[in-house]
């Protein structure tokens, strides 16, 4: 199983950029996509991206493309998403999370993954 460790985040006003991470460790973790997810007040967990360790994958939501980059750098077992152009709706906890060992970057739900890590506040003022 992949411990996933997660960090960054914050306050930040809106129009600004904000760096999540999420280290990975544990047995073979690279054959893991990794997604990011995010969940606002009262609203269901809802995707925002997805990539694989060797960057030749990536997929983003309609809502965070062109704004959000994910990453990796194999040699810190650490996935990062990116954020610039932020603005109040991107206000969420937002969780990395990975499913089954080779999976496609274009798995969306939720409920395709099942080893999420702990969530990292983001709040964009207005």
């Known amino acids: 199983q992949v411990q996933l460790v997660q960090s960054g985040g914050g306050l930040v006003q809106a129009g600004g950029s904000l760096r999540l991470s999420c280290v990975a460790s544990?047995?073979?973790?690279?054959?893991?996509?990794v997604a990011w997810f995010r969940q606002a007040p009262g609203k269901e967990r809802d995707f925002v991206a997805a990539c694989n360790w060797s960057g030749s994958d990536t997929f983003y939501a309609d809502s965070t493309k062109g704004r959000f980059t994910c990453s990796a750098d194999n040699t810190k077992n650490t996935m990062y998403l990116q954020m610039n152009g932020l603005g109040p709706e991107d206000t969420a906890v937002y969780y990395c999370?990975?499913?089954?060992?080779?999976?496609?970057?274009?798995?969306?739900?939720?409920?395709?993954?099942?080893?999420w890590g702990q969530g990292t506040q983001v709040t964009v003022s207005s």
């Open positions: 544990g047995r073979a973790f690279s054959i893991y996509t």
């Open positions: 999370a990975t499913g089954s060992p080779f999976s496609p970057v274009i798995r969306t739900r939720e409920l395709e993954y099942d080893n």
